[in-house]
């Protein structure tokens, strides 16, 4: 997930030089999207981790 995040980014700062806003405008928007989503299920997981699949173990 986060190599889609920096793939999207990469298309955004390519887009953002030709002059093309429109798609680096939503290229920066998914690329935002993508890394935030991934860090909420790494803060997720860490604490299922830390916690409940300790005590399954």
């Known amino acids: 997930m986060i ?3 920096f793939v999207f980014l990469i298309i955004a700062l ?3 030089v030709l002059g093309l ?3 680096a405008g939503a ?8 890394f935030i989503a991934a860090l909420v299920l ?9 916690t409940v699949f300790k005590k399954v173990t």
């Open 21 to 23: 806003t429109g798609i």
């Open 42 to 50: 790494f803060a997720v997981l860490l604490v299922l981790g830390l």
């Open 14 to 16: 390519i887009a953002g």
């Open 27 to 34: 290229a920066v928007d998914i690329a935002m999207f993508l």
């Open 3 to 5: 190599k889609l995040a």
